[in-house]
T-cell receptor, first 113, second 117 residues
Framework: EAQVTQNPRYLITVTGKKLTVTCSQN?????MSWYRQDPGLGLRQIYY???????DKGDVPEGYKVSRKEKRNFPLILESPSPNQTSLYFC????????????FGAGTRLSVL | KQEVTQIPAALSVPEGENLVLNCSFT??????LQWFRQDPGKGLTSLLL?????REQTSGRLNASLDKSSGRSTLYIAASQPGDSATYLC????????????????FGTGTRLQVFP
């Protein structure tokens, strides 16, 4: 089954404690992205990757890092989380060969205390 | 700057009604428009994708139309059911410059639909 898998689904942490949210896709997609979703603001892109070792900033990259060492994985790293990073996070991957449909993971709800 | 707006923000209808959800965007330079469904506590499920050269797409009881020149798309849901209750999001993939390579979709804030028995 084609899917984008994120872990963990729920996470509560404290300010300053480094964390990583993992994302993996099994569709061999080149493009992957991270979004955050906040009430009233919709989904906003944090970072994206066009292929292995190729990443770039989206609209709201401050406080986040990513890496793309393998095609299937695209982890999101918060080196020093702050309360304003409390949000719902989505990982996505894009199929360039199927009309550019973007597939989303189930989301990670993060609370930073 | 591309902006996407969805009206209404919330909608409550009795089961069986046909309904229309609206999406408007400010810049017609897009590659495609995608409609998603989001259930509480779950991710986004792609419902329909319309390429910029297309006028509409259909899947079961769903029909999405695109009028790129006027910056509008509608999602038509026929014979609504309680299981259709969810938030519906539209998103455009903007065109121009290097924007295609950003893999970015610009989302509206969604329409929360409730279908009651």
């Amino acid at each position: 089954e084609a899917q984008v898998t994120q872990n963990p689904r729920y996470l509560i942490t404290v300010t300053g404690k480094k964390l990583t949210v993992t994302c993996s896709q099994n569709m061999n997609h080149e493009y992957m992205s991270w979004y955050r979703q906040d009430p009233g603001l919709g989904l906003r892109q944090i970072y994206y990757s066009m292929n292995v070792e190729v990443t770039d900033k989206g609209d709201v990259p401050e406080g986040y890092k990513v890496s793309r060492k393998e095609k299937r994985n695209f982890p999101l790293i918060l080196e020093s989380p702050s309360p304003n990073q409390t949000s719902l996070y989505f990982c996505a991957s894009t199929s360039l060969g199927q009309g550019n449909i973007q597939y989303f993971g189930a989301g990670t709800r993060l609370s930073v205390l | 700057k591309q902006e996407v707006t969805q009206i209404p923000a919330a909608l409550s209808v009795p089961e069986g009604e046909n309904l229309v959800l609206n999406c408007s965007f400010t810049d017609s330079a897009i590659y495609n428009l995608q409609w998603f469904r989001q259930d509480p506590g779950k991710g986004l499920t792609s419902l329909l994708l319309i390429q910029s050269s297309q006028r509409e797409q259909t899947s079961g009881r769903l029909n999405a139309s695109l009028d790129k020149s006027s910056g509008r798309s509608t999602l038509y849901i026929a014979a609504s059911q309680p299981g259709d209750s969810a938030t519906y999001l539209c998103a455009v993939r903007p065109k121009g410059g290097y924007s295609y390579n950003t893999d970015k979709l610009i989302f509206g804030t969604g329409t929360r639909l409730q279908v009651f028995p």
